[in-house]
Nanobody, 125 residues
Framework: VQLVESGGGSVQAGGSLRVSCAASEYTESINCMGWYRQSPAKEREGVAWVFEGGRSTYYTDSVKGRFTISQDTAKQMLYLQMDSLKPEDTAMYYC????????????????????WGQGTQVTVS
């Protein structure tokens, strides 16, 4: 599975961005996808997940009500619409995919093997 992110950039606080993830190769095996982010000196954190064939989504508390994860299975695309952006949202955003995941109480753990994209930078000032 190959994942390629795009759509990052710089935006002022309160603005919006949409990041995209294009998936290719053996995508029929993928049942869980998500967005993660990592900023300098911080551990990578999960931001949003979509699972159960796209019927269910989870968000980390800090982005609830501001971010929306969605997928277009026909186009093999995953999106993250980010509104009301804050400086603390500044990070490298990564797309991830897995064949299986355990989702419980608002977060998901992906089961190996986990596939990652190369990341796209989002900067909010």
């Amino acid at each position: 599975v190959q994942l390629v992110e795009s759509g990052g950039g710089s935006v002022q606080a309160g603005g919006s961005l949409r990041v995209s993830c294009a998936a290719s190769e053996y995508t029929e095996s993928i049942n869980c996808m998500g967005w993660y982010r990592q900023s300098p000196a911080k551990e990578r954190e999960g931001v949003a997940w979509v699972f159960e064939g796209g019927r269910s989504t989870y968000y980390t508390d800090s982005v609830k009500g501001r971010f929306t994860i969605s997928q277009d299975t026909a186009k093999q695309m995953l999106y993250l619409q980010m509104d009301s952006l804050k400086p603390e949202d500044t990070a490298m955003y990564y797309c991830a995919a897995a064949q299986g995941c355990d989702c419980y109480r608002g977060s998901c753990e992906f089961r190996a093997p986990i596939y990652w994209g190369q990341g796209t930078q989002v900067t909010v000032s």
